[in-house]
């Protein structure tokens, strides 16, 4: 099988994205960041840092994207840039619901995110119910608008709309369920992510800053302080888990990411607990997990020595819109098999209502996950990859881990009883198989001879949810199993083989940044 390197990965990434301004290297900002062992150095960050192993074994979180965009739930979490950016569909569809932009601007949206039938106990145990292990709401989106209860951001949740920390109370609700609690901040890109558009509301100077209208150097070096002061005031009010960013890029000096992450370290060991920060492409060399957007457009073909994850919409959008279309609750599962397979986490991102509550759409589908792994979970939770991740079609074909923005659902074909991903769990191995195989599942991977069979000797083979063992026989075309005449569950079916001595190293995972430093694969 083919696959880019990642270093291959990172410079198609880096070409494509949007970059700002170069950024001066240093800068002062009005909070100061905590004493502790880490440095604001990568080589102190990279020495300090090991992935935590609850993030390696939850393998699945709920990401979300909920904010003022939610309101006119159309288009996308973008509203504000199109709206004003001359796009003239888009401006012409705001102005036949809304008005012209100096009548009813993006602010005039604030009073109608209200939440107001938003209980965050019911989402929390929706989510545990899920079989998520981690939640990652959006804390900022590029809006400049803060869900949390902000000295810095005036512009904030607890101020206007909902007049709630949204973020405070969620995360209590999370924590109470024994979930694993965190926040995304993609506010760096707000400084000229709005389009300024003469003779409309952005002239209102009570709105000025809100729409970012100044963007001198002087005005940027203002906006590069706040932003560091904003993750300071998240980590320490919060205490996040994971601090997830949206492409900083270049937008964001070494010296601003140092400060953020050392702060963030230190702050962590005095708390006792393990974090990490996650970022896409190589925003963050050193302590981070590396993130990928939506698994059909940018993520491996092939497994990775370190841990990674990647956010992926349920639907077609990650913000709701009314015109949303959602992915099937097969290919969810399918999907995150296939992560877990390759050493990365699922970061699924689910799309609320400007009032708070969850689409039906979207939470059966949560609970047909929740279902699965209820029965399956056990080759999912705190797995780790084999040598192999996989076999069949789609495992074989030779596209690359990058391919640019379209259709993001592979082929139906890809899909069927022949495609099987692997995991571990000390010397068992399991194979899931992605569709239903008929009769017999064929794992060739163990044929006898073959070059990935470990040491051992099959001892018996089990389907998850069946009781009972299955017959099997081992020949040169692979490990030959007798399937039950009933499934266990609606996708995906694991089958649970003993008796083989899997080898497993033990070196800590320090990101991609040390990757070579050892070994996380079951052998």
């Not at 979490?77 to 003239?88: C, H, I």
């Not at 904003?230 to 492409?247: A, V």
């Not at 963050?284 to 370190?306: C, M, N, T």
């Amino acid at each position: 099988m083919k696959s880019l390197s990642i270093s291959l990965l990172f410079g198609i990434v880096s070409i494509l994205t949007t970059t700002a301004a170069e950024i001066p290297a240093t800068m002062a900002t009005g909070d100061a960041a905590k004493p502790g062992p880490v440095a604001e150095t990568w080589d102190s960050i990279r020495a300090n840092y090991v992935t935590p192993e609850w993030f390696r074994d939850a393998k699945f979180g709920i990401f979300m994207h909920w904010g003022i965009y939610s309101v006119p739930a159309h288009g996308s979490e973008w509203y504000v840039r199109y709206m004003y950016g001359g796009n003239p569909a888009f401006l012409r569809w705001h102005t036949e619901h809304y008005g012209p932009p100096d009548k009813f601007g993006y602010k005039d949206f604030i009073p109608f995110f209200t939440a107001a039938k938003w209980n965050p106990d019911e989402w929390a145990a929706l989510f545990k119910q899920a079989g998520a292990k981690y939640v990652v709401p959006s804390a900022e989106h590029h809006d400049g608008f803060s869900l949390w209860d902000s000295a810095i951001n005036r512009y904030n949740a607890k101020n206007m709309g909902p007049k709630r920390d949204l973020i405070g109370d969620l995360g209590k609700a999370v924590r109470a369920q024994g979930l694993k609690f965190g926040m995304s901040n993609h506010s760096i890109n707000h400084f000229d992510f709005i389009p300024l558009l003469p003779h409309s509301d952005q002239s209102d100077p009570a709105w000025a800053e809100f729409y970012s209208v100044d963007r001198s150097p002087e005005a940027r070096q203002r906006f590069n302080e706040r932003w560091v002061e904003k993750n300071f005031e998240l980590i320490d009010k919060y205490q996040p888990d994971i601090l997830w960013f949206d492409g900083i890029g270049r937008a964001a000096s070494d010296s601003m990411k140092l400060r953020v992450a050392a702060h963030y370290l230190n702050r962590a060991a005095a708390w006792g607990k393990q974090v990490t920060l996650s970022a896409k492409y190589t925003d963050y060399p050193s302590g981070a997990v590396l993130d990928y957007e939506r698994q059909g457009r940018i993520h491996p073909r092939g497994l990775k020595p370190f841990a990674w994850e990647v956010d992926e919409p349920i639907g077609n959008k990650f913000a709701y819109v009314t015109e949303i279309q959602y992915k099937p609750a097969a290919l969810l599962v399918r999907r995150l098999v296939d992560c877990v397979s390759m050493n990365g986490n699922y970061l699924l991102n689910i799309s609320p209502r400007a009032d708070g509550t969850i689409p039906e759409p979207q939470q059966e589908r949560l609970l047909a996950m929740g279902r699965w792994l209820r029965i399956n979970g056990e080759a999912i939770y705190g797995s780790r990859p084999w040598t192999r991740y996989g076999e069949g079609p789609y495992f074989d074909s030779p596209e690359p881990e990058w391919r640019p923005p379209g259709p993001d659902d592979p082929p139906n074909e890809s899909f069927t009883g022949r495609e099987i991903r692997f995991t571990t769990q000390g010397d068992t191995l399991y194979a899931l198989v992605m569709d239903w195989p008929g009769d017999r599942a064929v794992v060739t991977a163990l044929a006898a001879g073959a070059p990935y069979l470990p040491a051992g000797k099959i001892e018996t083979v089990e389907l998850l949810g069946h009781s009972g063992t299955l017959e099997f026989a081992q020949d040169s075309e692979g490990l030959k199993v007798k399937m039950p005449g009933e499934k266990p569950c609606d996708f995906v079916y694991t089958l649970k083989i003993t008796g083989l001595k899997l080898r497993t190293t033990a070196a800590p995972d320090q990101g991609p940044g040390a990757a070579a430093s050892g070994s996380l694969i079951s052998q």
